[in-house]
């Protein structure tokens, strides 16, 4: 049996909510992106209270095609710690009130969910680099960008950076990684999502 609280990490585009919803259906559990926790959140801070939740506050267009992937990369991993805050929260209240959760994030970090106590079963997906390219193209994303190449361009490498990090920092933590191609049928996603959390 798995354990009553269940992560999905990966990165953007790799599958994560669609996998955290099929697990949620399969297993009777309660599914939750931390996405919509993190869009309430930035509606009740400010860039001044919080900075990490707004760095990309003057628009994601301008935000992505002007702000280079070294920074990109840094600003994500400031948010990722301010992201798993709010996680943490949700998780106790979950376990307190004895609700069985699943909950998806392109910010989770293998380090923090190694210091979850108790432990969460935690499932990482991997994503094939030309894969995750292709569905990122098949977007509208940087519809409206001054320069929509240079937006893809420093998207992609914050997104297929984080693809290699987490499947590294997992591995080095003894945590499951699900290496897709992007060509698995959803109900083969989620039958080796839950063997592997098994």
Same mark, same amino acid.
């Given at each position: 049996?798995?354990?009553?609280?269940?992560?999905?990490?990966?990165?953007?585009?790799?599958?994560? +909510?669609?996998?955290?919803?099929?697990?949620? &259906?399969?297993?009777? &559990?309660?599914?939750?992106?931390?996405?919509?926790?993190?869009?309430?959140?930035?509606?009740? +801070?400010? =860039?001044?209270?919080?900075?990490?939740?707004?760095?990309?506050?003057?628009?994601? @267009?301008?935000?992505?095609?002007?702000?280079?992937?070294?920074?990109?990369?840094?600003?994500?991993?400031?948010?990722?710690?301010?992201?798993?805050?709010?996680?943490? &929260?949700?998780?106790?209240?979950?376990?307190?009130?004895?609700?069985?959760?699943?909950?998806?994030?392109?910010?989770?970090?293998?380090?923090?969910?190694?210091?979850?106590?108790?432990?969460?079963?935690?499932?990482?997906?991997?994503?094939? =680099?030309?894969?995750?390219?292709?569905?990122?193209?098949?977007?509208?994303? +940087?519809?409206?960008?001054?320069?929509?190449?240079?937006?893809?361009?420093?998207?992609?490498?914050?997104?297929?950076?984080?693809?290699?990090?987490?499947?590294?920092?997992?591995?080095?933590?003894?945590?499951?990684? @699900?290496?897709?191609?992007?060509?698995?049928?959803?109900?083969?996603?989620?039958?080796?999502?839950?063997?592997?959390?098994?």
């Amino acid at each position: 049996m798995v354990n009553e609280t269940i992560i999905i990490g990966g990165p953007g585009g790799a599958g994560k +909510t669609t996998l955290s919803r099929a697990i949620g &259906r399969s297993l009777d &559990r309660k599914s939750l992106t931390l996405d919509d926790l993190v869009i309430a959140a930035r509606a009740i +801070t400010t =860039p001044d209270t919080h900075p990490p939740l707004h760095s990309g506050r003057d628009g994601h @267009l301008r935000y992505f095609t002007e702000t280079p992937p070294q920074q990109l990369i840094a600003n994500a991993s400031e948010l990722a710690l301010t992201v798993w805050q709010m996680a943490e &929260r949700v998780i106790r209240h979950h376990r307190a009130s004895k609700t069985p959760l699943v909950m998806d994030h392109w910010l989770f970090e293998p380090e923090l969910i190694a210091a979850l106590d108790p432990a969460a079963a935690v499932l990482w997906l991997h994503i094939d =680099p030309a894969a995750l390219e292709r569905r990122e193209r098949a977007t509208d994303f +940087t519809v409206g960008s001054t320069d929509p190449e240079a937006m893809h361009r420093n998207f992609m490498a914050r997104s297929l950076w984080r693809n290699e990090y987490l499947a590294a920092e997992a591995e080095e933590y003894g945590q499951p990684v @699900l290496r897709l191609t992007g060509k698995e049928l959803p109900g083969d996603v989620l039958s080796a999502a839950l063997s592997l959390l098994a």
